[in-house]
């Protein structure tokens, strides 16, 4: 049996809600062929939320861990992938830090690439007319930093699990009442593109003899 662990952010900017937890508690009951699925809802802290997922990871040990996040002008769900050695907030976490132009990890890589299958999650939800594509950035906040600390820890630590972010647009509980335009799915379209994410990553390591190999450095 293999174990996905899912996570979903706590809102943040003014919203109430933040489709990616939204989407991970609809996912939480549903039953997956082939895997167990747990769910983790991260605060928006750039402290406390690698942390959160990796320490998840250490006891719980997953095949792959699916992290999810609002990107609230996109149209699109975006796997991503590449997480980049940055801290950039435009705006403060829920904790009322801002670094700007700070290196995540003063020894680490510039870079980490996705151990996700980030091509047939994509072409597996436009083959499921969800509008979806391949992010080559998941910008320089929040989500980025948990991208990178958890791709970071799973490499210093040797953990034997694949890992990667899919950003969501907002959904239209979001977009209604905005006084500006805002790109917005409905939340079944977001359950429907998480659940698809997931069979398709848990049937990549339930094809694989070997165990997953360490992150990748760019
Ligand atoms: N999206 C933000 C952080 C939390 C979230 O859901 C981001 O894209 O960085």
Redesign the pocket.
Known sequence: MRKLLLTG?EP?DGETI?P?LETARAIAPLRFEGGGVETLQLP?DRFRAPEIVLARARTWRPDVILML????SRFRVTPERVAINVDDYVIPDNAGNQPRNEPIAVDGPAAYFSTLPIVAIAEGLVAANIPAAISNT??T?????VFYGVMHGIAREGLPCRAGFM?VPAIHEQAVGKRNDLPSVSRATLVEAARLAIEVCLREVSSEREPARAATTV
Do not use: I, K
């Open positions: 952010f943040f933040n990616s928006v996040g609002e990107a609230r998941a910008g906040y929040l989500c980025n930093r950003h």
